[in-house]
């Protein structure tokens, strides 16, 4: 059946409840969730190696469920039993899970697990989620809370960091948990994952409500599509009712790692919310599959400016050949590349650390070289809170009299006349 039809379908009020045939290995719980409490399943791609996945490990499984993003939610890879069962570790990887303790757990939506190696430990993806040895080497300069968040902090979870904008850590659940993530500290609690309560949410509403300078909130966590439609739908109301807020942002990676959480009624509600920005978390172009495709499409088409974020990665997507069909592959799906972040110094992230002249390499073998729009902005967090510091390679190259000197995309130099300018004269010429 043709996507076309697909959707033609689901626009068809009001949706056929879908019950998951009558099926001897089906569990009753599962039907009895099924029945009680969803509207009827929106359908869902699914990539035929994603389908090959599923039927091989979870093959109780209906493709309904599959589709669920609950589902998926519930059926996440989070211990050394669940992993073993799908995976071949490396000896590595098994002492290293075996090890952990506290926060950051393992965590892989089945969906997402998909996409990896089943075999090879160093596959990209694979290492950006199942924990090594590595993360246990802690180098010089690295720190739980490297950006200085903490300090900034002006409510529970708020962020203040910036004149005119906050960032806003709305729960500590993400549906998967990268290994080098920034906020290692406050996602996947020991002993299950903390929630930020709706208490907290309203002491930083009430800030909110009394700074006026604050004109752009960005959602954050954890990931806000973790959040029910309901919660999602209240937080976003009352940001609104804020007059001063003139611009809301969500940044979440489920559209890459739990594209099913994209359903037409949470589109619906971030509809009402407009003018809604979103930057979605991609690392590497094996994330740019059916199901990616249809979670972009929906948020596009709802009017949603979709930019993208990408952590560069040591030996996952430091080089031109990842990077290129990745912003490529993010252009077509109408998701422009907006920020690219040099690894943050957290505790035990060195291994996926770059020299920050790597990413100038990138930015360079993009600017001029393909689409301006695919060319994201290099940036550094600074250390202790100094925010975000954009890198780009310099294109300088001195002055003659009143000629600036400029080198293009191909390393060309080329005179621009700018009498009475000092630009470049530090540099001769
Ligand atoms: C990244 C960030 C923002 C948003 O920065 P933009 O450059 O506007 O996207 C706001 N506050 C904090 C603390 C941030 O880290």
Not at 20 to 48: C, M, W, Y
Not at 311 to 338: C, E, Q
Request: proline share 8%.
């Amino acid at each position: 059946m043709s996507l076309q039809v697909l959707r033609r379908r689901e626009l068809k009020p009001p949706l056929r409840t879908v019950r998951p045939k009558p099926d001897a290995h089906q569990t009753s719980f599962t039907n009895i969730e099924a029945r009680a409490h969803r509207p009827a399943p929106l359908r869902f791609p699914v990539g035929v190696d994603t389908k090959a996945f599923y039927r091989r490990f979870w093959p109780n499984t209906s493709t309904v469920e599959w589709n669920d993003w609950r589902w998926q939610m519930r059926a996440r890879i989070k211990n050394l039993a669940e992993l073993s069962r799908i995976f071949r570790l490396s000896d590595d990887e098994r002492t290293a899970v075996e090890r952990h303790e506290g926060a950051l757990p393992v965590g892989i939506t089945p969906y997402y697990a998909s996409l990896m190696s089943l075999t090879d430990a160093r596959e990209p993806l694979r290492r950006t989620h199942i924990m090594t040895g590595d993360e246990y080497v802690r180098l010089p300069g690295e720190d739980d809370d490297p950006l200085g968040e903490d300090h900034d902090t002006v409510a529970p979870g708020l962020v203040h960091r910036y004149p005119d904008r906050v960032l806003f850590l709305t729960t500590g659940t993400c549906s998967t948990y990268c290994r080098y993530c920034t906020r290692a500290r406050v996602v996947g609690n020991p002993g299950g994952e903390y929630q930020f309560s709706t208490r907290q949410w309203d002491q930083a509403l009430a800030y909110l409500e009394t700074h006026t300078e604050v004109r752009d909130v960005l959602l954050s966590g954890g990931d806000p599509l973790t959040l029910g439609d309901d919660k999602l739908d209240w937080l976003l109301g009352r940001l609104r009712a804020i007059k001063h807020i003139e611009f809301v942002r969500i940044g979440s990676k489920m559209p890459t790692v739990t594209p099913q959480r994209i359903t037409k009624s949470l589109v619906a509600i971030l509809k009402k919310h407009h003018p809604l920005w979103m930057s979605l978390h991609f690392t590497h172009p094996n994330e740019l599959t059916p199901e990616t495709t249809e979670a972009t499409a929906r948020l596009a088409d709802a009017g949603i400016p979709l930019g993208s974020q990408t952590v560069l990665l040591k030996d996952i997507n430091d080089s031109p050949a990842v990077m290129v069909p990745l912003m490529h592959g993010l252009l077509k799906r109408r998701v422009r590349p907006y920020y690219l972040y040099q690894c943050d110094p957290i505790r035990g992230s060195g291994h996926f650390r770059t020299p920050v002249s790597k990413g100038l390499e990138i930015i360079q073998a993009l600017r001029g070289h393909t689409t301006g729009y695919a060319t994201p902005i290099f940036a550094v967090d600074a250390p202790g809170g100094g925010g975000k510091i954009q890198l780009a390679p310099d294109p300088v190259v001195g002055r003659d009299g009143d000629d600036l000197l400029l080198r293009n995309f191909e390393g060309k130099v080329y005179r621009y006349p700018d009498p009475g300018g000092s630009l470049g004269s530090d540099k001769g010429a």
